[in-house]
């Protein structure tokens, strides 16, 4: 009795199974999940949103500055500590810190954080400024002021030459 | 009338006492429509049910139609929604009519559930009619959400990208559920698709559980504005003609407000920006939900932390479920409540601050605000209502419903 | 059954739910100020579209707007709603080809006919971004209805230029205004991209209007008002009978009601 009523319980499971999963990411867009970018059009100082599994990504070709000013910070002040050193390294271990790879979505609410483009504001640390509820980023992209939980993700990432980095 | 709740009725047309006999749907209509008796001293607050209803109707109808016109697809919404308002003709009208009627279905239901706030419908025995109430108003929330989602623009998008961001909070397995409602790493086609096919389903599991809502009603009746039981024929009614006739002045009162919105004003509740096609790369300035979101909205960004946020706002709709228990008076109706009928009052006001906090950005006052909102809000079912309920000294009730009424027309 | 008690209530949640409305939709544009309200003619609940200047705006936008703008939802045959005849439209449109592929699949470029959309000035979002410093200027079949303030935005922003030279030091400094920025008083930022696209005698109209910049930038308001919703005067029409119905509707159903609950008051 109970033994067949457990083995009933398994097979609606096995049944439930594939309704659910079917909800999940098609093998189309998955297939989508790496991109390559040339980065040497990007000068100093520039950053560009590239789309990346329909999110945008964001690179930035940061200034001397701006890689002192992030390695400057104590962890003691950061929400979600992390270094920056860390969040510069591609998968093959190689660090570079003048390039700064990130997903461009706000860790709280998932908008477009501002601070790519020339005349965007740049948040009291001069990194991003979320407009939805308000987060600042710093120039390594770490969470300091507003309700954001967390730093902009950094997706695995790696610079198959100088010039071309592989994203996903 | 009560006494002929018990007798089947007698059919003269040969048809229908055959079908009668067979299925008895017209015994049915007979006993739960016209004899049915009712509590004879409603005022027009109970009006709204059936309001509610016939606005459930008017957006199956209009959906079904609108749907025959549009194409659940990223590069194709947004110009399909546009082409019913263009060139499909009286396209605008049914679009106008299911877009304001959204916002109509939520007054109507808004005033339904204050009514049963106020008048303490939800107390014993009709606690499983509360709880079943509460079940619609949030299958109503998801279908507008997702329905919100349809036409593709810039409101829709970012709408739907923060409200299934907040799944994301729930530690562990959050993201990947937002993953698994997405289909994608993105809103994108694949929720765009999904959420057409539930904003066409869910309304006929509202229109199945508003059946079970009905059921459980006429188990025990109506409650009525004094809150005391009917004790006898004296105090009741036949639902028809007293009710029918009542309900269908209330309901072409609602409908010329509701007109005077689709006709003249049909993108006044609405925000512009989502005439502005969905682009995943740019962020509106300032994103806001519909307006029948925004007390919720203001809760959720009360919280200092996303998933406090989160579980407020959820919470903020789960007392509801337990709000039979959590009221300790032993009178119903707020009527003789002299104490807690001012603190009822004051939460309309404070749900009604809420929403404003929910339209302002969050910055300035309005975040203090909407948090000494948000506190009332709980601190309302939560602390005050176990406590008045206790504390108070209700009114003296009148000895029958018959006697109030009586008593005021003497007045 | 007198129950004033009830009646207030649903009238001050009625004036409560306005208020809450007026709440949603008055969020200003990141605190520039709103344009100045303009008294349009297509306003009110009786108000229509004035063809002869929905007409004259139409010229406006073809022969300026129209260089970097499109007006995709909008199709040729539609401007007979503006009080043009069908041969006249096919007069205005002999000159544009657009894009069509042959019998053998081979792309022509075929003369326009009326049930063509507006043709647009390039073929696609990427092609407008490139032309214009990377930013795509906006689609204008329902900008009056994308915008707050609407109408009253698009003569707003059309008008609200202000040169260089007249700006006063504290505004180049707040805005940060380099000597080739446009600067609009009305634009959220004051910063935009657009060069003022309109001055005096830019077109000449065929009625004999003087084409002053104000005009010029109420016409082409008025006829983008009528691009962003053609079925408005059908709607207002339509509401005034609906009304009309559902008072006439709610009368007898209060008489009814008023007799059958007569022996019970």
């Known amino acids: 009795m109970v033994a067949t009523g457990a083995l009933g319980a398994v097979g609606a499971a096995a049944v439930a199974w594939p309704f659910i999963n079917n909800l999940n990411p098609a093998a189309d867009t998955l297939a989508l999940s790496t991109i390559e970018v040339n980065v040497t059009p990007i000068a100093v100082g520039q950053a560009v949103t590239v789309k990346w599994r329909g999110k945008p990504v964001f690179i930035r070709h940061r200034t001397e500055a701006e890689i002192k000013e992030a390695e400057a910070v104590p962890m003691s002040q950061l929400p979600d500590p992390e270094t920056d050193n860390k969040r510069v390294t591609d998968t093959a271990k190689k660090v570079r810190p003048e390039w700064l790879i990130m997903i461009g979505v706000c860790t709280h609410l998932g908008c477009v954080p501002l601070g790519n483009k020339a005349g965007d504001p740049k948040g009291e640390y001069g990194g991003w400024f979320c407009p939805c509820h308000g987060s600042s980023y710093d120039t390594s992209g770490r969470i300091r002021k507003g309700p954001a939980p967390k730093n902009l993700v950094v997706p695995e990432y790696l610079f198959t030459s100088d010039a071309l980095v592989r994203i996903g | ?411 | 059954m007198r129950k004033p008690f009830a009646r207030n209530l649903l009238v001050s949640g009625a004036i409560a739910l306005a208020a809450f409305a007026t709440g949603t939709v008055a969020i200003a544009a990141g605190g520039t100020e709103p344009p100045p309200a303009r008294k349009w003619h297509f306003q009110g609940p009786f108000g229509t579209y004035d063809r002869a200047s929905a007409q004259r705006g139409f010229q406006v936008y073809q022969e300026v707007c129209a260089a970097c703008h499109s007006l995709s939802l909008v199709a040729y045959r539609n401007l007979t709603d503006l009080g043009l005849t069908e041969n006249q439209v096919k007069g205005l449109i002999k000159d544009i080809t657009v894009s069509d592929l042959n019998d053998d699949g081979a792309p022509v470029d075929r003369p326009a006919r009326p049930a063509d959309r507006f043709k647009k000035p390039f073929p696609n979002l990427a092609a407008a971004a490139a032309a214009n410093n990377g930013k795509a200027p906006p689609d204008l079949s329902v900008i009056v209805k994308a915008r707050q303030y609407g109408p009253d935005f698009i003569y707003g922003i059309l008008t609200g230029y202000v040169p260089y030279d007249k700006l006063t030091p504290e505004q180049i400094k707040e805005f940060d205004v380099k000597k080739d920025d446009n600067f609009n008083k009305y634009f959220p930022g004051h910063k935009i991209a657009m060069a003022p696209p309109l001055s005096d005698d830019k077109v000449t109209y065929a009625d004999g209007t003087k084409a002053t910049l104000d005009q010029q930038a109420a016409d082409v308001t008025e006829f983008l008002a009528w691009a962003s919703e053609p079925h408005m005067e059908d709607r207002k029409r339509t509401g005034v009978r609906v009304i009309l119905f559902l008072l006439a509707l709610a009368g007898l159903m209060y008489a009814v009601k008023r007799t059958v609950w007569a022996d019970k008051h």
Not at chain 2, 98 to 118: D, Q, T
Not at chain 2, 228 to 251: E, L, N, S, W
Not at chain 2, 330 to 350: A, G, N, Q
Request: hydrophobic residues 55%; charged residues 10%; proline residues 8%.
């Open chain 2, 1 to 411: 009338m009560a006494s002929s709740h018990g007798t089947p009725p007698v059919f003269n047309n040969k048809v229908i006492s055959w079908i009668d006999h067979r299925l008895p749907i017209f015994s049915y209509i007979e006993k739960e429509y016209h004899t049915f008796p009712t509590p004879r001293n409603f005022n027009y607050f109970w009006n709204f049910g059936a309001i509610a209803t016939v606005m459930l109707v008017l957006m199956i109808a209009t959906g079904i139609v609108l749907a025959t016109n549009y194409t659940p697809h990223v590069l194709m919404a947004f110009d399909a929604v546009e082409r019913i308002d263009r060139d499909v003709p009286q396209g605008w009208l049914i679009r106008d009519l299911h877009m304001n009627g959204a916002s109509f279905f939520f007054i109507a239901v808004y005033i339904h559930i204050f009514r049963g706030m106020y008048y303490g419908s939800y107390k014993a025995p009709r606690e499983l009619l509360w709880i079943l109430g509460v079940v619609i108003f949030l299958l109503m929330m998801a279908t507008a959400f997702m329905g919100y989602v349809l036409p593709w623009g810039q409101m829709s998008f970012w709408g739907a990208t923060v409200i299934t961001n907040l799944f994301s909070a729930i530690p562990v397995v959050g993201e990947s559920i937002v993953i698994w409602l997405w289909g994608g790493f993105a809103v994108d086609n694949p929720t765009l698709n999904r959420f057409f096919a539930l904003h066409y389903l869910l309304p006929f599991i509202i229109v199945a559980v508003v059946a079970l809502h009905v059921v459980a009603l006429h188990v025990h009746g109506s409650n009525n504005p004094t809150g005391i039981d009917p004790k006898g024929p004296q105090d009741t009614v036949p639902f028809h003609p007293y009710y029918t006739m009542k309900d269908g002045f209330g309901v072409m009162v609602f409908l010329i407000v509701f007109a005077a919105f689709v006709f003249f004003a049909p993108d006044y509740l609405g925000h512009p920006d989502n005439y502005i096609p969905a682009d995943p790369l740019v962020t509106p300035a300032h994103i806001v939900p519909e307006w029948y979101f925004l007390p919720f909205y203001a809760i959720l960004r009360a919280i200092p932390d996303k998933l406090g946020g989160v579980l407020a706002m959820f919470g903020a709709i789960a007392v509801l479920f337990i709000l039979p228990w959590l009221d300790t008076s032993r009178v119903r109706s707020c009527t003789f409540r002299p104490i807690y009928k001012w603190f009822m009052m004051f939460l309309v006001v404070d749900v009604i601050v809420l929403g404003i906090c929910g339209s302002k950005p969050a910055e300035g006052f309005w975040v203090p605000l909407s948090q000494l909102a948000t506190l009332y809000y709980f601190a309302h079912f939560l602390v005050l209502l176990p406590i008045l309920g206790k504390i108070e000294r209700p009114l003296p009730l009148p000895p029958s419903i018959a006697d109030a009424v009586l008593k005021k027309k003497a007045v």
